[in-house]
């Protein structure tokens, strides 16, 4: 006997191929999901990994942190991540707040520089890398329906993108790392608490020479901040960070519009003179944390799914894979049968992440007074307000 959770009227288990069982499904081979998957399979449990995507599709996220060295390295990935050939980062020029730019540089950093990398191609490599430590990697393959049976196993119907054909997975612990859309934590119940409703607008340049562009740049305008970062084969991503709604109303997937706000960020416009490869395209950018609510059920969600992050932090790909390592742990406490401990102590470390993420962004967003009368700027001093900071932090004590 099951009994649904959640999904679409196609998704009803009859008619579906049943697989035999996994120890853990795991929704997503971003870096979390990808990295999880290899932890657990690295011992020796059975993983199924799901992903929408064939990765296919642009991704953003092209400077990894100096601290991704170490977690790339326990990972066992690291002579793969060389084959990648990155460019090196050292560090990140900003015009944030007065003063005029300033040089933020990696190399007094123990692991000395940073990375620019082709991001498609390194979630690609972490995917890879799982499936060659035994996990089973179903690429072009959407999750239509949950279902928990009378014993607390998890009945995930996935759906072939391209043939139509269905499968069930059995697994004992489901874990979502679907990034800030949490599908199928909210699937089961949980909601997402939301910071605020930022969004990156980016567009790929190519044919351009990058040698000498080893940083990252951010410039604050009235509109946003801008990013802008090289990427491997002579390319340069540049990026609005702006609020959706701000986004919407500027008409900002409209590449003259986009270029017109460029001229108000003098410094990032003078290192494109490229041509488009693609966009403007809008990815998600806003910072949430997820509200799981009941700790009875054998599921955990990592990565963005978990606690999603200002890019403004340069710390996404390497919390990631700092979630994915107590993610695999906590999973292996729930396939132990440990649920409601293991989970607990598990939503405790991140609601902790999370209330130092938010005093960590009022810092960041604290330095720049100059644009105090435009919406986005007015947004983010109202977050930095210590008593809204207790507020939250204090709501999620009680999730």
Not at 1 to 25: C, K, L, P, Q, Y
Not at 344 to 368: I, K, S
Request: aromatic share 8%.
């Amino acid at each position: 006997m099951v009994s649904t959770v959640a999904g679409s009227n196609a998704g009803r288990s009859a008619g579906a191929v049943i697989r035999e069982a996994f120890d853990a499904a795991i929704v997503g081979a971003g870096p979390a999901g990808a990295a999880t998957a290899r932890w657990l399979a690295l011992q020796g449990k059975r993983v199924a990994l799901v992903e929408q995507s064939r990765f296919d599709a642009p991704r953003v996220g092209e400077s990894l942190a100096p601290a991704v060295q170490p977690l790339l390295v326990e990972l066992g990935v690291w002579t793969e991540f060389l084959g990648l050939k990155p460019m090196r980062s050292y560090g990140t020029l900003s015009n944030w707040g007065e003063g005029g730019p300033r040089i933020h540089s990696h190399m007094m950093n123990p692991w000395g520089c940073g990375w620019h990398v082709d991001r498609l191609a390194f979630d690609r490599m972490l995917a890879d890398a799982a499936a060659t430590s035994g996990a089973e990697l179903q690429l072009g393959t959407a999750p239509l329906r949950c279902e928990v049976t009378d014993d607390g196993q998890w009945l995930l119907r996935i759906g072939d993108r391209t043939t139509g054909c269905a499968t069930l997975l059995r697994a004992r612990v489901l874990v979502d790392a679907t990034g800030r859309p949490a599908r199928m934590a909210r699937w089961v119940g949980a909601h997402r608490i939301a910071f605020d409703r930022l969004v990156g607008v980016a567009i790929l340049h190519g044919c351009m020479d990058t040698s000498p562009e080893g940083y990252i740049q951010v410039e604050t305008t009235a509109d946003g901040w801008w990013y802008s970062a090289p990427v491997p084969c002579n390319r340069m991503m540049a990026m609005l960070m702006t609020d959706s709604d701000l986004c919407k109303r500027a008409q900002l997937l409209s590449v003259m519009r986009w270029r017109n706000l460029l001229a108000y960020a003098p410094a990032t416009g003078a290192r494109i003179d490229g041509t488009v490869l693609w966009g403007p395209r809008v990815f998600p950018a806003h910072s949430q944390r997820l509200g799981r609510g009941k700790l009875d059920a054998p599921w955990i969600a990592v990565g963005d799914a978990a606690l999603a992050v200002d890019p403004i932090s340069g710390s996404g790909v390497v919390r990631a894979l700092r979630s994915a390592r107590l993610g695999a742990e906590t999973a292996l406490a729930l396939i132990g049968g440990q649920t409601r401990r293991a989970i607990q102590a598990y939503e405790a470390e991140c609601d902790l992440e999370c209330t130092a993420y938010l005093q960590e962004r009022a810092l960041y967003y604290g330095v720049e007074r100059r644009w105090q009368e435009s919406a986005f700027w007015q947004r983010r001093g109202v977050v930095a307000n210590p008593t809204k900071e207790r507020r939250i932090s204090t709501t999620l004590a009680h999730q």
